[in-house]
């Protein structure tokens, strides 16, 4: 089965350091593999995905992840963060393109960006 | 671009009465999905259509949910009768070609559900 995971509830980084919030994935095959972020009392807002190809993807708001296939990881990375990118971050996964290949979400990663 | 709309925002309700949310997807999009957001399970799928047919309801928790979409512009959720465990935050979600090509979703701002 698929799954994903958030190891940390929280990431705490100053404002103009780099940030890093790391997902990992398990699938029987190739992932797809999905980045959102959520504002209070707002939906989730798509930010990036890797789908295949060059494994640094570029995001909106000058977010990007890296897939490591080795590592199973895709952690979502941004080089000089913003008061403004404090959100709760999700990342996903899907493990195939089929109807019934579901986006599995992990817990969730709660960034706060002090100024 | 408008986006998919969910109504109400927020609904407070007693237990035991019926409750419906409600979603309008983006113009076009051929895949609707049904998100429940809680603390302590995170986000769960609930059911998704892709041209208003029901493709997957596993994930429904009981016999007390149920979803419709008579057309490619509306879907309900229904719960009867309600209870304070399915107090929650309900997203629907839609997305253009989600089974062939993994377009994103994109959410609705949600109805936060209080059931008393």
């Known amino acids: 089965a698929q799954s994903v995971a958030q190891p940390e509830d929280q990431v705490n980084v100053a404002e103009g350091n780099p940030l890093t919030v790391k997902c990992t994935y398990s699938v029987s095959g190739n992932p797809y593999l999905f980045w959102y972020v959520q504002y209070p009392n707002r939906g989730l807002q798509f930010l990036l995905k890797?789908?295949?190809?060059?494994?640094l993807v570029k995001g909106s708001y000058g977010f990007e992840a890296e897939f490591n296939k080795s590592q199973t990881s895709f952690h979502l990375k941004k080089p000089s963060a913003l008061v403004s990118d404090s959100a709760l971050y999700f990342c996903?996964?899907?493990?195939?393109?089929?109807?019934?290949?579901?986006?599995?979400f992990g817990t969730g990663t709660r960034l706060q960006v002090f100024p | 671009d408008a986006g998919v709309i969910q109504s109400p925002r927020h609904e407070v309700t007693e237990m035991g009465q019926e409750v419906t949310l409600r979603c309008k997807p983006i113009s076009g999009h051929d895949y609707l999905f049904w998100y429940r957001q809680t603390m302590m399970r995170g986000l769960e799928l609930l059911i998704y259509f892709n041209n208003n047919v029901p493709i997957d309801d596993s994930g429904m928790p009981e016999d007390r949910f149920s979803a419709k979409m008579p057309n490619a512009s509306f879907s309900t959720l229904k719960i009867q009768p309600s209870e304070p465990r399915d107090s929650a935050v309900y997203f629907c979600a839609s997305s253009l070609l989600w089974g062939v090509s993994n377009q994103p979703q994109h959410f609705g701002d949600g109805t936060r559900l209080s059931i008393l």
């Open positions: 996903a996964v899907r493990a195939g393109a089929l109807d019934t290949d579901k986006l599995i």
């Open positions: 890797y789908i295949t190809g060059d494994n």
